[in-house]
């Protein structure tokens, strides 16, 4: 095997947005696996530990670097809600076509932002 | 099947002929948690604030907590497939992989144990908020 030529094809390719979708869809996964999953575990030992280890997880969160690891949890969590809807509709059999398929990937990454923001801007007028 | 090219020492096997449990497994967590994150996220942003005695007199309520359970068991599996999957498509020496999905396994069962030990004190023990 290790002499014969690989055919070319493997390095020729361009970014399309149904790449991005499925790169982000294991992105935000796997982050929030490794981030938002021990901030959950702290905060429910937190709410556990009594008024002062609560104020201690507060005073993090609140801080600029915990809002930005909040914020990120947020955006990771809409990112992989949407295209995971669109696993689902995928699964189902439906979306393959060239151009929905593109439409969608495009259409589920910038709804995960905006869901983003109406989130924050729900956590701050509500 | 011969012990020729890759190829030809799977052509005609068909699929793995596993692997479609953690394929619905991952679904029917993924419902879960669509579910279960919706209520949380939903029930936090609707207290009044999030200071101590607010989230403790929430969690202290029989279907918070038992969502909050349910939320920690569900996500944790959820991730631990994710995981597994990661694995599955980039490690492939087999003593690694299995070190690798070791620590997964572990660590998914730490975090649902932890997460309800949690709960349960945070729900049921101590004083009232």
Do not use: C
């Not at chain 1, 982000?24 to 959950?40: E, Q, S």
């Not at chain 1, 910038?110 to 509500?126: E, H, K, N, P, R």
């Not at chain 2, 394929?23 to 209520?39: C, E, I, Y």
């Not at chain 2, 490690?91 to 572990?106: Q, Y």
Request: net charge neutral.
């Amino acid at each position: 095997m290790a002499t014969r030529p690989l055919s070319p094809h493997l390095s020729i390719w361009k970014w399309g947005p149904h790449m991005l979708v499925s790169i982000l869809h294991r992105v935000t996964g796997d982050g929030m696996a490794f981030v938002a999953l021990p901030v959950l575990i702290w905060w429910l030992a937190a709410i556990a530990g009594g008024p002062e280890s609560y104020a201690t997880f507060a005073h993090h969160a609140g801080a600029w670097y915990g809002m930005v690891v909040l914020v990120g949890i947020s955006w990771a969590f809409f990112n992989h809600m949407t295209s995971g809807i669109r696993h689902f509709v995928m699964d189902a059999g439906a979306g393959y076509e060239i151009d929905t398929n593109k439409g969608w990937s495009v259409a589920t990454t910038i709804i995960g932002i905006l869901l983003t923001a109406a989130f924050w801007a729900a956590v701050i007028y509500l | 099947m011969g012990d020729g090219t890759e190829l030809g020492r799977v052509r005609g096997l068909g699929s793995a002929h596993e692997g479609e449990e953690a394929w619905l497994q991952q679904r029917m967590t993924a419902v879960g948690n669509l579910l279960l994150v919706s209520f949380v996220a939903i029930s936090l942003v609707l207290l009044p604030d999030l200071s101590y005695g607010s989230v403790v007199g929430w969690i202290k309520h029989p279907v918070p907590a038992v969502a909050m359970a349910a939320l920690v068991v569900n996500v944790f599996w959820h991730a631990r497939l994710g995981l597994s999957e990661l694995v599955g498509d980039y490690v492939h020496e087999t003593g690694n992989k299995f070190a690798a999905l070791l620590v997964i396994n572990f660590a998914a069962a730490a975090g649902i144990a932890f997460g309800l030990f949690f709960i349960l004190k945070a729900s049921l023990g101590g004083a009232a908020a």
